[in-house]
């Protein structure tokens, strides 16, 4: 190569940066070195710092720095290198680099403040932001709408909002970047409504044109408020200053519809785009998942890669999240199979969302798979499989993963939160572990710092509850530091019914009437547990009661996915069209059953029938029936997988487990409480729950 000029050379460097090449980076340091020798002037050693800064390779730049004479090391050097280690998030070191800048008589300007503004922010230290301030004022920087811009980001970030508030009226002259920074911290401060008075103050000043950005910040703080007439407002401004055509913000209403569950107007908005991106298809994606329409999400997803959009780590972690509202096993291994031809399946998030899709399936076997192949875990990851476990009843398992997690010597350094404390107290239930149980609820307060909320007590009550501790429960429940919600009577009531235990029921139940007047499924407990217990008058007085004020009882139905399609069954259901098959089934089933032992459990009957007639009631199940259809569609040997919306009766848990002896086929049922795995004549439930 033929010898090339400083300022050739210095074009030569700042290519490997607008390429982020590193190799190409060394290559013109190579030819410095070859032209010039070690002995570099100051244009060149600052381009050469720049660029190792900016390709993160601190120790190059500083070896660079350490060649260059002390009288070459300007501002622009040493803020090459502090802007660099920003960048990189080397945020101790580039304020490292500014105290040796200082050490060196060597004054910051306009373009350092932002950079150690920002390193400040970061390291979540506002002290050192007030002394970076007041340099700025000193040095009589501060009027910089950029320095400014940059201080205010700081104590925004750092919820020094006093002074956040009394920098951005004192500033001299504010842009849109500034006007963005204060209503999108309002935002992330959890103050929606001061974001919706800034932005407006926005338009009242004219001081800056709102652009793209603005916008979306304040969507999301419509959406974080729940201000819906004021997200519509900016809708139809939006149209009529002619920015109805911008993605960003068209993708920013389909959020902001969603959050505020109007569902119809993210389908329009997302409808009539001329043009969609891939964040287009993740917010309509999203908006589904969010407001529990999984098949819907599904539906989107299959429609995005069509069209030719490639999964990214949000568009993949919401779909399995939609998959495991769904129970959607078959659905979800498919996702799975997307995400690692992507290669986005290492990703924590994704990871996590594999966790909780398999887990939650019932599939704990590739749950735990899922959870031991990432490469590095959170805190969703370790929730999910111990929720997976105590969903399945392995409430061993699920300690032993909660002890293993809070050991001292847990290379990953998660303590448990909320939601861990939750998913192990939920096990301890399941498991039968009340003393267990108790002891960790006691040691959340004392030994984590987590005050226990309303779903830890309800997991208490549930505990004592299934543990036969009726009596125990209702005490706990008078002693509680909070109001009792619906979840925590309806598991006293629940408990009640269970252990046959009407007086303390009806207390239960008057409560929930109480919280929730409207809600069908307390008052047919209370009935069945007055009809359990043979007080047939009581379960026709509250049926009738319910008649009167016009409640309706919701329909129990149970769901099979058979090639990509879902059969839906009620009880005494005739209608499928392969009803004779399933008919012939059930008959066979039955005469199966009572050959080995059989003996239908008869007291959930609803009604006051005769034996034989109470016989019939329990066998003509929901449950009962998705069997019979799974056994006559599916080949032999494949597990049949069977959802329910109700708790599944203590009769149908009985007969699966005989029918899964019977047969010899692995039968997992997923009720509205948790899975139950049938295998061989037995339940991992292990006939607790």
């Not at 580039?94 to 004054?107: K, P």
């Not at 338009?203 to 007439?229: H, K, M, Q, V």
């Not at 997991?459 to 530091?481: N, S």
Request: aromatic content about 8%; charged content about 20%.
């Amino acid at each position: 190569m033929p010898f090339l000029s400083p300022k050739s050379l210095g074009s030569l460097v700042e290519s490997a940066v607008s390429t982020q090449s590193t190799l190409l980076g060394r290559a013109a340091h190579a030819h410095v070195i070859k032209n010039l020798g070690l002995a570099l002037d100051s244009t060149l050693s600052n381009h050469l710092i720049n660029m190792y800064s900016k390709l993160d390779r601190p120790d190059n730049a500083r070896t660079v720095l350490s060649l260059t004479p002390v009288h070459f090391r300007s501002v622009v050097t040493w803020t090459s290198l502090i802007s660099g280690n920003v960048q990189n998030g080397h945020f101790a070191s580039a304020l490292s680099d500014f105290a040796t800048m200082r050490r060196e008589c060597v004054q910051p300007n306009d373009f350092t403040f932002p950079c150690l503004f920002k390193a400040a922010a970061s390291l979540h230290s506002p002290v050192l932001g007030q002394q970076l301030h007041g340099l700025a004022v000193k040095l009589m920087l501060i009027d910089d709408v950029f320095v400014a811009c940059s201080a205010f980001d700081l104590y925004s970030k750092t919820r020094c909002l006093s002074d956040a508030n009394k920098l951005f009226d004192e500033m001299s002259y504010r842009n849109i970047a500034t006007w963005n920074a204060c209503i999108s911290n309002a935002v992330l401060n959890g103050k929606p409504r001061e974001g919706v008075r800034k932005f407006v103050q926005l338009l009242r000043d004219g001081e800056a044109a709102p652009n793209s950005i603005s916008f979306c910040a304040f969507l999301n703080a419509c959406s974080d408020g729940a201000f819906l007439t004021q997200g519509q407002q900016l809708h139809g401004y939006l149209v009529k200053q002619g920015h109805e055509a911008d993605v960003s913000v068209l993708n920013g209403l389909i959020d902001f519809y969603g959050k505020c569950e109007k569902i119809g107007f993210s389908e329009k908005v997302f409808e009539n785009m001329s043009e969609r991106n891939g964040v287009s298809w993740c917010s309509m994606l999203a908006v589904y998942e969010q407001n529990d329409m999984g098949e819907k999400a599904c539906g989107v997803f299959l429609k995005a890669r069509r069209a030719g959009v490639e999964p990214t780590d949000f568009m993949v972690s919401s779909v399995l999240s939609a998959c495991a509202g769904l129970a959607a096993l078959e659905v979800g291994r498919a996702i799975h199979g997307q995400a690692v031809k992507a290669c986005v399946e290492e990703n924590i998030f994704v990871g996590s969302a594999l966790v909780d899709m398999y887990g939650k399936c019932g599939s704990i076997d590739d749950c735990e798979k899922a959870f031991f192949m990432m490469p590095r875990r959170n805190l969703i990851c370790w929730n999910a499989l111990i929720g997976g476990y105590a969903h399945q009843g392995r409430a061993d398992m699920a300690l032993e993963l909660f002890k293993e997690m809070t050991n001292c010597r847990n290379t990953e350094g998660l303590l448990p939160n909320y939601v861990t404390f939750v998913c192990v107290l939920t096990a301890c239930s399941r498991g039968g572990m009340a003393k267990v149980g108790m002891d960790i609820f006691e040691s959340m307060r004392g030994k984590y710092g987590i005050n226990p909320g309303a779903e830890h007590y309800a997991c208490i009550v549930d505990m004592l509850g299934r543990a036969g501790q009726v009596e125990h429960a209702y005490q706990f429940i008078t002693k509680m530091p909070l109001r009792p919600t619906i979840s925590i009577w309806g598991a006293l009531l629940g408990a009640c019914k269970m252990h046959g235990k009407p007086e303390l029921g009806k207390i239960a139940a008057e409560n929930l009437f109480e919280l929730d007047p409207q809600d069908s499924g307390n008052h047919v407990l209370l009935s069945n547990m007055f009809a359990a217990a043979g007080q047939w008058d009581e379960a026709n007085l509250v049926r009738k009661e319910m008649k009167d004020v016009g409640i309706k009882k919701g329909a129990g139905c149970s769901w099979i996915s058979v090639k990509n399609s879902i059969h839906v069954f009620q009880a005494k259901d005739t209608s499928h069209g392969r009803n004779l098959e399933i008919q012939a089934m059930l008959a066979k089933l039955k005469k199966d059953m009572k050959a080995a032992g059989y003996i239908p459990d008869t007291k959930l009957a609803l009604y006051d029938l005769e034996d034989e007639e109470k016989e019939s009631e329990v066998w003509c199940h929901s449950e009962k029936i998705a069997l019979a259809f799974g056994l006559v569609a599916l080949p032999p040997g494949v597990p049949i997988r069977i959802t329910k919306n109700l708790r599944v009766c203590v009769d149908c848990h009985s007969a699966i487990k005989f029918i899964s002896g019977i047969v010899g086929r692995e039968i997992i049922v997923r009720d509205n409480n948790r899975f139950h795995r049938f295998m061989d004549n037995q339940c991992s439930c292990g006939d607790y729950w």
